[in-house]
Each structure stands twice: as structure tokens, then as C-alpha cells.
């Protein structure tokens, strides 16, 4: 069965400084997505970014981007100039043609003023 | 505004009672899920359904039973037999089928306790 490792439970960054959450996942199938979720403390799941295996660059999503190395299988989550508001629960997950969604344990971040 | 309503927000179950959770959602979304969140684990995958009258085992499916009669409607009965409910429970729906690339949308969660 496919896993997702997020190694850090928890994680702080100082406000307007940059923070990068690791993800590694166990896989023998070729193709599926990857996904990273925040979770805020009102507990909702919102979508930050996603990445096809197929696509060799990485995704960006405006202060958000992701380290893609398939062939680690490590799916990192990098957060620029972080503010107050991104402080939360970020899960990493994993999909493929034979798998629903996984979810790795999530890392907690805090951000500094 | 179209998205995912879960309800009761809270519930509270006795010892040996069924208890059923609500979740619609109006995103003409064909499939949905059910996630089961505790401290530490991240979310565990109940049940899922990708097409109406039809669904498939989870991870820990155990205890739990769905229903899948309209596209909009996936509600999740706690039974008796499980014998640890208590936790935060998460419904989800994606478009097109449950493999696809497509990212799922969650609603607010039902917290789940025991009396």
C-alpha cells in the first residue's frame, strides 16, 4: 500500500522568513498526483498546491512552491515571505489511478512575529 | 455559493447508539468521501462512493455504514460496533471518478463525542 512521511510534526518560521516541510511517499506505481493541504484552526481543508508525476516542473502557486524529485519520491512544500495567516496544519497527500486519497500525519506550523 | 454541508457540527452518541452524519454537497461532484480524523493520524479514509447506489471500503471501514441513494447525499451511520467513534469526521467530493487528478473539496467536519 502507498504511504506519505511527513517527518516534522512541528515546524516555525519568523513572519516574512522562508520555511520548507518535507514529504516523502512509498510508491511502485509510475503515475499519480500530489497534493499539500492546510489545515487552519477552524479544521477546514483547504487545497494549496498539486503536482502531476508526469510534469517534470514544479508547481508554484504564488508564495507557494513545491521540490518535485520523483525519484526520491520527496515532495517538499516551500512557503515565502510567510505571514501570520499560514499558520496551520499542512498535510501532504498522494493519488494515483489505483489509490484514493493518502494522507501523510501532517506538520504543524507556527509563525513568529 | 456551491460547496459541501456537513451537519450536525457537534454530535454527541450514548454507549450502544447508532448516530448518522449529513453531508451534501451541490458541486454536481460524482464522487464522494469520508475521512476520520484523530489527533496525531492524520485523516483515514472510511468509505468512499463514485457513483450513485454504489461504494467502496476505506481503510477502516470497520463499525461504519453509507449510503450512496442521490449524487448530492453520502451520509455516514457510526454503529454501535465501533467501539472508538470518537473524532472529528471529515466528508469530501472531487469531479470525475476518485482516481482522477482532480482535488478534492472538504466541508467543515462533524465532531463526534461520546456520553
Known amino acids: 500500500a502507498q504511504t506519505v512521511t511527513q517527518s516534522q510534526p512541528e515546524m516555525s518560521v519568523q513572519e516574512a522568513e522562508t520555511v520548507t516541510l518535507s514529504c516523502t511517499y512509498d510508491t511502485s506505481e509510475s503515475d499519480y498526483y500530489l497534493f499539500w493541504y492546510k489545515q487552519p484552526p477552524s479544521r477546514q481543508m483547504i487545497l494549496v498546491i498539486r503536482?502531476?508525476?508526469?510534469?517534470?516542473q514544479n508547481a508554484t502557486e504564488n508564495r507557494f512552491s513545491v521540490n518535485f524529485q520523483k525519484a526520491a519520491k520527496s515532495f517538499s512544500l516551500k512557503i515565502s515571505d510567510s505571514q501570520l495567516g499560514d499558520a496551520a496544519m499542512y498535510f501532504c497527500a498522494y493519488r494515483s489511478e489505483r489509490t484514493p486519497l493518502v494522507f501523510g500525519k501532517g506538520t504543524r506550523l507556527s509563525v513568529i512575529a | 455559493d456551491g460547496g459541501i454541508t456537513q451537519s450536525p457540527k457537534y454530535l454527541f452518541r450514548k454507549e450502544g447508539q447508532n448516530v448518522t452524519l449529513s453531508c451534501e454537497q451541490n458541486l454536481n461532484h460524482d464522487a464522494m468521501y469520508w475521512y476520520r480524523q484523530d489527533p496525531g493520524q492524520g485523516l483515514r479514509l472510511i468509505y468512499y462512493s463514485q457513483i450513485v447506489n454504489d461504494f467502496q471500503k476505506g481503510d477502516i471501514a470497520e463499525g461504519y455504514s453509507v449510503s450512496r441513494e442521490k449524487k448530492e447525499s453520502f451520509p455516514l451511520t457510526v454503529t454501535s460496533a465501533q467501539k472508538n467513534p470518537t473524532a472529528f469526521y471529515l466528508c469530501?467530493?472531487?469531479?470525475?471518478?476518485?482516481?482522477?487528478?482532480?482535488?478534492?473539496?472538504f466541508g467543515d467536519g462533524t465532531r463526534l463525542s461520546i456520553l
Open positions: 469530501a467530493s472531487s469531479p470525475g471518478r476518485a482516481y482522477s487528478n482532480q482535488p478534492q473539496h
Open positions: 503536482q502531476e508525476a508526469y510534469k517534470q
